[in-house]
């Protein structure tokens, strides 16, 4: 069997409330945080990689991948733009805003044949979740996947996060996901904040998905329905964005697809936010004095 790709969502660089900060370094060498996610990937035996980008990025993106990998820089690009859209659909007078994650994925439709994984860009999952993802892709299943990591260890020490929490069956396969807005650690547990103000206390154990899903490619015309039900609805939206989670939730809760729940342990971290950085940056540090990467990526 073909070694599974892997596909990072990169559109969306840049337009965070921070700023870009993909390519600020997080390791001693210089390495970001898409490197790290490479370098697990291609141990992990993923062999193409592809990214999701916007043709105004473009130039800046290969620049710096080339200056990193030089000639070994094969990667392979699709480009999410506005006005790809389905036929009979039209992007509305005055939109800027990019559709979500799942117009990401679907615009990469034609270019992947075999099993992939998805990932954020600026996200840190971990090598053992590109090994267990990995071994999903490679088991010849039909079923789709996501990483389940446990929330307590993608938890910032101070501020709010969003979280999609997974309701796991007892066969191991997702039955309903469902996100939380306003999530905070507090005393190695967490609460919930609802838009009315109620707290909900969570124990820190509960099975999270952060974005880490393991398709095959009949998965694309099953969200291109979805996505055309999207713009049904939000037809003369300016913000309205339909994201992955959402996307994967609905089949899952119509019965049209089995996704199964990946358990991984490991730590994941993210740098969005300009706090998030300073914690990107000790975490890989302490990564690298425990054995688990060399101070220089290869």
Known sequence: MAAPSLLILAAGMGSRSSGNRLFDPVGPGGETMVDYSIYDARRAG???ILFVIRHEIELQFRERLSKRYGKYANFEYVYQE???LPAAFHVPHGREKPWGTTHALLVAAETLQEPFAVINVDDFYG???YRVMALHLQSGSPDYATVGFVLRNTLPEIGLVARAVCQVGSDGYLTSLAELKNVERESGHAINVDSESNETRLTGDEIISMNMWGFTPKVF???ED???EFLKRNQGSLTAEFFLPVAVNELVTGGTARVRVLRCADSWFGVPYCGDHTRAVH????LIEAGYYPRKLA
Do not use: D, M, V
């Open 46 to 48: 993923f062999g193409r």
């Open 127 to 129: 090598a053992e979740s």
């Open 221 to 223: 015309p099953q969200l």
């Open 226 to 228: 979805r996505f055309r």
């Open 283 to 286: 975490s890989i540090r302490q």
């Open 82 to 84: 506005l006005a790809k």
